[in-house]
Nanobody, 124 residues
Framework: QVQLVESGGGLVQDGGSLRLSCAAS????????MGWFRQAPGKERDFVAA????????YYADSVKGRFTISRSNAKNTVYLQMNSLKPEDTAVYYC?????????????????WGQGTQVTVSS
């Protein structure tokens, strides 16, 4: 049974930092891209960042470019999202996902497995 478990969310002040982790179990995903999405209350789920299977190619939403960094450890079957200079508009539930593809994309339909989400709240 495939399971993705996010951790690292919480409450942080404007300008602060958080590091999200997503540990995958049930199978190895070293040949597949992984991504992060987020959903704010009353809004659709949006793409945040993606990383290819080997970790040497990354892709970011314009809204987080230069502030967030996605990385992965295939040895640990884990993907990370380092979030710096957080803003109140970054407040959302953050989801990790495993793609059907080896390269990262921003389309949620390209992702096959999803975590349950972790809440990130940025106070002003």
């Amino acid at each position: 049974q495939v399971q993705l478990v996010e951790s690292g969310g919480g409450l942080v002040q404007d300008g602060g930092s958080l590091r999200l982790s997503c540990a995958a179990s049930g199978r190895t995903f070293s040949r597949y891209a992984m991504g992060w999405f987020r959903q704010a209350p009353g809004k659709e789920r949006d793409f945040v960042a993606a990383i290819n299977w080997s970790g040497d190619d990354t892709y970011y939403a314009d809204s987080v470019k230069g502030r967030f960094t996605i990385s992965r450890s295939n040895a640990k079957n884990t993907v990370y999202l380092q979030m710096n200079s957080l803003k109140p508009e970054d407040t959302a539930v953050y989801y990790c996902a495993v793609s059907r593809l080896s390269w990262g994309t921003k389309l949620s339909d390209d992702y096959r497995y999803w975590g349950q989400g972790t809440q990130v709240t940025v106070s002003s």
